[in-house]
């Protein structure tokens, strides 16, 4: 196996995959990085065996420089090398493995030798041969992502609630969350409709790490599910996850369809005023802080306290207040991770009491997009 | 107490005297600021006991739009205090106390109630009536603080170590600091000559700290040494730092002064071939990297070894070699943290044999700056 190319693609190429290899694993071929030259092109592939990405770069791409002087595979310690390629002092880099698992790294004056394994040990791709691809657009998928993915678990006790449940109907896209105490729920227009609908809950980590990874890409992704994969395929990456297991809890009917009391107004400055409170409530024992509404007055006020440090309290700039008057507190760090999801948008908070979930949702989409919080019994 | 100030001019005061705070102390009362308002100005005070900092806001200091409505003092929590102060919504912010110690914080619509104490409760400020006062340039202090600094040590267990010791002598200030492994020494010329000859040992957290504090200074720093204080004057900032007790060791024979092979070369393509080799010895257990010079043949090549990953290997592009043949080992990371502080000048190597200390200084100012590496025995 030999082949050049040059240094700076190769580094951004294997910084896509690394996303797929984790510093710490049980399985310890999954530390290394597979690379794979045929006559025509160079293969890399990582995993942590929860997502596994794969990254094609072929000999006629201009950028990358490659020359593939013998065909052949190898598995190398995947941060290792890369540590290597980073350092290394010319502008191309030549890897030559010529006998056994020996890889000598060739760039300018430097020249390493580093002990690798055999590619036969590496474990196969997952099989995707989905029944179905579905175009989704890589903005549109990032936004959906970033929306929900503050409401999975951070609790392994209910594993499905660490994942993202994706349901594909017609040509809707609808993403939902919960760690049971809030919710987060976002619809999309897909490209195209879907033949079959699909219901699937796929780890949170793994669209986490993929809004990450196509945060530059401009054409559409394609979509496809496997009995226990996703598969999305975008520029010459596959990035592959494995599905969770098991029913997700029904979620439809924890959105409330009506409210008594609602406020509207800009959401970052609601989020400023949040955060305000809250460095009085994490000064607490409990994390709480209260919003109390009198639309009579045309009042809305904010308020944190810890006994031994202090209190705060705050006048807000609404739009728009009506209906009854409440008193209603919650935890302000799910508010404030709502806040955020609506980018700087005019936000609606619709309540029934104190103790019921409310919502949030954009004054200009009530539709597609709505942020559930649970309150907090304070009485 | 009542003033009113432009919010983000004392965000940056605030920034300034919480160096001092440390988050984890044994004297509760030094997590504390104490704010100090006289007719004329307002002072902040923030310690940690071996650093304090004071800083003077005048009334008369435009950008400050400080306004004084009543004297008085108070003790908050500095770190609280300042979060407070850095998310308020309005450009000014106001701080009154009327009864006891609660203070009203207040800006746009937000109000803050919060706890502090007795200002008598805050320790005095160190006396400093220096027997002489010593002009120095901020840019050339910080030179001298970043080059000497990397040798300071981190041990507890000879405390002298973790200064840094600085003569003043003549018009000359000289630095040194050495953790028995490698030794850092600088000299800079004074802006004036001193009356009496100083010797102290200033730790080197402090020297640090007020090299991040000066950045941006352009004016000379007036340096004050009392019996176990140093005070640096420079703006409108009162600098203090404690002085470490004891005799620093004579260091004065360390430095080798004459050589038996040599090496010139660029300081920063040096330190990527390092940042190569210690990729390899990083792997290993012993942290040690080989330098092998044949001036006859006008070679140097630098290579690392560890024996489960792998070897490297580089043949260095220097300027100049000369003297015996050598073959040398030693920590690459005392090696990098030296080669940084030359800033990418050319650097001369010189070394007497494999087992005594070598030293690297400028090519262009070879009396001045010093830093000195004991190697490590291989064999």
């Given at each position: 196996m030999q082949f050049t190319i040059n240094r700076n693609g190769f580094i951004a190429e294997l910084n896509n995959v690394l996303r797929?290899?984790?510093?710490?694993?049980?399985?310890?071929?999954?530390?290394n990085l597979k690379l794979e030259a045929t006559e025509r092109q160079l293969v890399l592939t990582g995993s942590n065996s929860d997502i596994t990405i794969q990254s094609t770069i072929a000999v006629d791409a201009g950028q990358a420089g490659l020359v593939i002087e013998e065909p052949g595979a190898i598995l190398l310690p995947a941060r290792f090398f890369a540590d290597i390629i980073k350092k290394l002092p010319a502008d191309t880099v030549t890897l030559a493995v010529k006998t056994g698992f020996l890889a000598t790294i060739t760039s300018g004056a430097a020249e390493f030798k580093i002990n690798g394994q055999d590619a036969v040990n590496y474990p196969n791709l997952p099989e995707v041969e989905g029944d179905q691809s579905v175009q989704v657009a890589p903005d549109l998928l990032r936004e959906v992502i970033e929306q929900t993915?503050?409401?999975?678990?951070?609790?392994?006790?209910?594993?499905?609630?660490?994942g993202i449940h994706v349901l594909l109907t017609g040509t809707q896209l609808t993403a939902i969350a919960t760690d049971s105490h809030r919710l987060a729920q976002r619809k999309v227009d897909l490209l195209a409709p879907v033949e079959v609908p699909a219901d699937v809950v796929i780890p949170g980590a793994s669209l986490t790490e993929l809004a990450r990874m196509i945060a530059d890409q401009k054409d559409p992704l394609d979509l496809l599910i496997a009995e226990n994969q996703v598969l999305f395929k975008f520029g010459h990456t596959l990035f592959y996850s494995r599905l969770l297991e098991g029913k997700y809890p029904?979620?439809?009917?924890?959105?409330?369809?009506?409210?008594d009391t609602s406020l509207e107004m800009d959401a970052n400055e609601l989020l400023a005023a949040i955060g305000r409170a809250s460095l009085l409530s994490h000064q607490g024992r409990t994390n709480v802080i209260k919003l109390s509404l009198t639309p009579e007055d045309n009042g809305a006020k904010l308020s944190g306290t810890s006994a031994d440090v202090g209190v705060v309290e705050e006048d807000l700039h609404f739009d728009q207040v009506s209906g009854q008057d409440l008193e209603i507190s919650f935890n302000p760090d799910y508010m404030s991770d709502a806040l955020k999801s609506f980018g700087g948008a005019k936000v609606r908070l619709a309540f029934t009491s104190a103790l019921r979930p409310f919502t949030l949702v954009p004054v200009e989409d009530q539709e597609n997009f709505v942020q559930l919080i649970t309150p907090v019994r304070t009485f």
């Amino acid at each position: 196996m030999q082949f050049t190319i040059n240094r700076n693609g190769f580094i951004a190429e294997l910084n896509n995959v690394l996303r797929a290899v984790a510093s710490k694993t049980t399985l310890e071929i999954l530390t290394n990085l597979k690379l794979e030259a045929t006559e025509r092109q160079l293969v890399l592939t990582g995993s942590n065996s929860d997502i596994t990405i794969q990254s094609t770069i072929a000999v006629d791409a201009g950028q990358a420089g490659l020359v593939i002087e013998e065909p052949g595979a190898i598995l190398l310690p995947a941060r290792f090398f890369a540590d290597i390629i980073k350092k290394l002092p010319a502008d191309t880099v030549t890897l030559a493995v010529k006998t056994g698992f020996l890889a000598t790294i060739t760039s300018g004056a430097a020249e390493f030798k580093i002990n690798g394994q055999d590619a036969v040990n590496y474990p196969n791709l997952p099989e995707v041969e989905g029944d179905q691809s579905v175009q989704v657009a890589p903005d549109l998928l990032r936004e959906v992502i970033e929306q929900t993915r503050i409401a999975v678990s951070k609790q392994e006790s209910r594993p499905i609630l660490t994942g993202i449940h994706v349901l594909l109907t017609g040509t809707q896209l609808t993403a939902i969350a919960t760690d049971s105490h809030r919710l987060a729920q976002r619809k999309v227009d897909l490209l195209a409709p879907v033949e079959v609908p699909a219901d699937v809950v796929i780890p949170g980590a793994s669209l986490t790490e993929l809004a990450r990874m196509i945060a530059d890409q401009k054409d559409p992704l394609d979509l496809l599910i496997a009995e226990n994969q996703v598969l999305f395929k975008f520029g010459h990456t596959l990035f592959y996850s494995r599905l969770l297991e098991g029913k997700y809890p029904d979620t439809s009917r924890l959105i409330p369809e009506s409210s008594d009391t609602s406020l509207e107004m800009d959401a970052n400055e609601l989020l400023a005023a949040i955060g305000r409170a809250s460095l009085l409530s994490h000064q607490g024992r409990t994390n709480v802080i209260k919003l109390s509404l009198t639309p009579e007055d045309n009042g809305a006020k904010l308020s944190g306290t810890s006994a031994d440090v202090g209190v705060v309290e705050e006048d807000l700039h609404f739009d728009q207040v009506s209906g009854q008057d409440l008193e209603i507190s919650f935890n302000p760090d799910y508010m404030s991770d709502a806040l955020k999801s609506f980018g700087g948008a005019k936000v609606r908070l619709a309540f029934t009491s104190a103790l019921r979930p409310f919502t949030l949702v954009p004054v200009e989409d009530q539709e597609n997009f709505v942020q559930l919080i649970t309150p907090v019994r304070t009485f």
